[in-house]
């Protein structure tokens, strides 16, 4: 493995644990489905790309303004290696947009470094679909 993908996972700090997430951060979502994203008339997010995945209700996200422009690059690539598959966009969201729509994001940093989850989704898929929405209606797409 290169050093510099060695540099996308977790290191260890001294209390060990991963620094808390601010209001003013911005995620990043990594997007591998086309139908995601939608690209006419302009660029946008569908709301399916913030839904949780069913097997543990929490959406994966990566703290974007943490990472240097060089963690960033390694992170994508590692994920798209991981995933065997390229990915299709990236929307960017702010955590207050985020925990404003009734969800949290918490650090989840055990395989990445600068990652976290988006949890508290309800169980009632209605209800997960409308923060979901909310999300997306102020995501932005990376150019």
């Not at 990594?30 to 839904?51: M, N």
């Not at 060089?70 to 598959?85: I, P």
């Not at 985020?98 to 990445?112: A, I």
Request: glycine share 4%.
């Amino acid at each position: 493995m290169s050093r510099a993908l060695l540099g996308v996972y977790s290191t260890p700090r001294n209390s060990g644990l991963p620094e808390p997430v601010r209001e003013d951060e911005v995620l990043a979502r990594f997007i591998f489905d086309r139908k995601h994203l939608r690209t006419l008339p302009s660029s946008a997010v569908k709301y399916h790309a913030f839904l949780p995945n069913p097997a543990n209700n929490q959406t994966s996200v990566f703290r974007k303004v943490r990472m240097t422009d060089q963690e960033y690059k390694d992170t994508k690539l590692k994920v798209e290696g991981e995933r065997g598959r390229k990915m299709k966009g990236t929307a960017l969201v702010d955590v207050a947009t985020v925990t404003e729509s009734g969800v949290s994001v918490k650090p989840e940093e055990s395989q990445y470094r600068w990652h976290a989850d988006i949890e508290g989704w309800p169980l009632e898929k209605d209800e997960a679909m409308a923060i979901a929405q909310q999300i997306a209606a102020k995501a932005e797409v990376e150019s």
